[in-house]
């Protein structure tokens, strides 16, 4: 028996006005969109913000369906309409912001394990990383320089 070790490496920053300006107005762009979330039963709103190598912005907030698991995810709802309308696009940067109707989030929310799966669909298509942000609703900011990151152990075509 061997083992290995996994280390991953995020940037922290304290608040949205700690971010470059850029990520800050990509966040602010991201936290609108929450509130177009369809959450009545959540109760738990997500907010993307994704900028394409093309300079277009995609936006996107979860849709919730009571025939569970009907709904989808912020970020896939950006990511599936990125790849629809922009398809030769590649996905630079994606900025995630949740909030709670019951009360307030204070530490970051990472992507739930079925959008990281997406989105490591996209990074390995597009054979370039995407830098990913995360928050709740206020405080710290994490970033990391790939969806590797976040899912060391991608399972993608190469296993089929």
């Not at 920053?13 to 979330?37: C, G, H, W, Y």
């Amino acid at each position: 028996m061997k083992e290995i070790t996994i280390t991953t490496q995020f940037k922290v920053f304290d608040s949205i006005q700690d971010l470059p300006n850029d990520i800050q107005e990509l966040m602010t762009q991201a936290v609108e969109v929450r509130k177009n979330a369809y959450a009545p039963y959540s109760k738990f709103r997500v907010g993307v913000a994704i900028v394409l190598d093309n300079g277009k912005t995609v936006l996107g907030s979860n849709q919730e369906n009571a025939a569970y698991p009907s709904g989808l995810c912020a970020e896939r709802v950006a990511i599936f309409y990125a790849g629809a309308v922009y398809p030769e696009a590649k996905i630079l940067k994606m900025a995630i912001t949740a909030a709670s109707d019951s009360n307030q989030t204070t530490a970051p929310i990472p992507p739930c394990g079925s959008c990281r799966q997406s989105i490591a669909e996209y990074e390995i298509k597009q054979e370039t990383p995407i830098e990913i942000y995360f928050m709740g609703e206020i405080g710290a900011i994490y970033k990391s320089e790939s969806l590797k990151n976040l899912l060391p152990f991608m399972f993608d075509k190469k296993f089929l």
